[in-house]
Every structure is written in C-alpha cells, then in structure tokens.
C-alpha cells in the first residue's frame, strides 16, 4: 500500500498517511497535535487546512465549513481528505463564530 | 406547572451520507428503522419506545439537527399549547398531519436561541419493538450494538437563554431542574425537565444560534455505558469523551459521533425531579467538574465542537 508525506507547513511536522487514510487520523495515530480535532467526521469545521502542494480526494464534508469556492482553493477538512500524492498543508485560523454581541448571557469561556 | 407537554418525541437529524448515518444509528446505536418517506428520510425508535419513531435522518450537506418535537397529552392541551405561544408572541407554524409518515399535525417554533421545536399529540402507536403488552419479557432478542433504550433529551448551542428559559417554563410549562450561574449570576446552562428525569431538553450558552451538540439515547446500566465504549472501540467510531460521570444530572456517560459529526452521547442513571424540587446550581468557575466529574476539566473539544 502506498504511503505519502504530509507536511505541516505552519508547524514544521511531518507525518505519514497511508493510502486511503484520512489527513487527520493519520496525524492522530502518530499522536501528533498539528491540526485541531473535532468530530472526526467533515461536520463541525475544526480541522480546516489549505492544501498547498499535493492532489488528494475528498469525502463528504458539510457545505458551511467547506464550501465548493473554498475547497476550489485548497480549503478542506483534514478528517475527510485522503492524499494521492504527497501533500503540503497549512493550517487555517479558526474563525470565531459571527458573534452577536446584544446577547443577553455569556460564553462559558 | 405541568401544561400538558409530556416527553421528548422525536428529533429529526441532518446528515451527510445516508447510507452511512442508518448504519450508525441502527448497527451501533442499535435503533430499529421503522419506515422511509419520499423525501429519502428514514425513521427509527429505539425498543423500548411505543410510538412508531423517534429519530428522523435526513440527507443534506450540512449536518445538524432540524428541529426536536415534545408529545403533548391531546388535541386540547396542542390547541390550548399552540394559543399561548401565540399570546406570548411566539410565531408559530403549521405542520400538516403525514408530513412526517404517522404523526399527526405539528406546531412548530424557534425559540430565540435560533433552535426548532415542534409540538404534537398524534403519532401512530406501534407498543415496544419485540416484546408483547401482554406478560411483557424482559427484553426483545435480536437488538444491534449499544441496544439503546430511548431517545432521552437533547442538548442545544446559542444564545438567549433567559428568552429561551421563558418560553420554555412559562409557556410550556418545563421546570428548571439544574442551571450553571457566573460570578454575575448570569444562567449560562439550563436543563429543562417536564418530566421526573433530571433533563428533556438542555441549553448551553454559545453566540452563535441553532447550533447542535447532541442527542442523546438512555441505557440501563453503566455496564452497558462501559460495552458501549467497547463497541465505539470495535467499530473504531470517533468518539469524544468518556465512559465517565456528569457533575450536572449525575448521569454516566460516554459521548461519540455518528459518520456526519453529529455528537451523540449514550448515558446511565442520573437524578430526578419532581415540581416542588428546587434548582440545583453549579458554578461556571466549576465548569470542569460540572460536566465532567471525575476529569474536572473541560475538554476543548466539548464547548466548541457542534454541528
Ligand atoms: S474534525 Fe470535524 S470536520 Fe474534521
Ligand atoms: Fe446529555
């Protein structure tokens, strides 16, 4: 089975992805910290990255955290792309929820 | 005051793959499906329950949940219900009967943390799956995975708590059964009971509104909660935190998430309520131990994680 590189560009690790593995779980199994873990399954956004070099495929990833336009970018899900080929990968801030600041109570952190 | 709203009745969750979230649900969750409509969706129930679904997947490319349906008692009290939403100035919404297969007329609502509940006092009664009404066994053979018993409660993400802790209390008649104060005094948490269980529906305080952190299924035993952690380790199933203990209700617990992210928890035990029993409080600067008792510390993952 084939292997590939994944290099975190923002971080400076590196970690192997086998074929048909996802980004994040590989990263996981090494018990490397580079991309944030939510869900493990495309839905909550978490583990957004840029890909900057490499080809992959991708699964099923909900529409708001990655949308067509910004997958056309690079802009993926870890826990949901599977590399082809190498990959360069950066990570992508977090963006803080749109916040509505006439709420009348407070966030627990 | 007991309006007539009687249970937790349904939720309907959004996924991504079908095919995947019925294999999660039924091989692992250990649901029954139970029909499928031409919309694609599918129903499920879990055993113990005696109307015909409790759960509703729909396919769509955002995850999440579309909204979480309490059965009142009758036609009467959904009428009376539906009125005093209206006079408290709740905008209300009209869901035919057989828009869901088998369940009767819905009103429906959004509460001003952005998330939708509905209303209803007809669904078709099937009685428990496997096991007669009559000399009942024990239990039905033939259950998948984590076996799980009932759909409990659910837990919910926004903004508006006070608006929300009104609606619900005021009008529907919940009870606050336990709450998360700040060093203000704010209500940053509030579970909701209209039950004897220490929660049917719960609130967290998150700015963004409609946000979705999980539902949640009743086993029996912590025995059972502990073969759940086996099987989500068996069917290598993402999984969140646990098997542990809540501080808030006292449940044990393990939380995971189905293939589209949805966070589902499988819970034992915990406390009860009755009316005349005042709010239990935990301080926010105890968050850690509120939620997970044995940790006493939040895990990220926890307060930020939705879909
Ligand atoms: S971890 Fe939730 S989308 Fe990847
Ligand atoms: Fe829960």
Redesign the pocket.
Known sequence: MAEFQVFNRTTGDHFICQEGQSV?KAMEQLGMKCV?????????????IRVLEGDFECGK??KV?APPDAVEKGEV????IYPLTDLTIECVPLPEAALAKQTTTKPLR | MKKGVMRPGHVQIRVLDMGDAVKHYTDLLGLIETDRDDQGRVYLKAWSEVDKFSVVLREADEPGCDFMGFKVVDEAALNQLEKDLVDYGVEVEQVPAEELKDCGRRVRFTVPSGHAFELYADKKYTGKWGVSSVNPEAWPRGLQGMKAVRFDHALFYGPELAAVYDIFVNVLGFYLAEQVLDPEGTRVAQFLTVSMKEHDVAFIHHEEKGKFHHASFFLDTWEAVLRAADLISMTDTSIDIGPTRHGLTHGQTIYFFDPS?NRNEVFCGGDYHYPDHKPITWKAEDLGKAIFYHDRVLNERFLT?LT
């Open positions: 994040l944030p873990v939510g869900c493990r399954g495309g839905g909550c956004g978490f583990c957004k990833m909900s955290h899900l870890a826990c949901r | 992210g994680v």
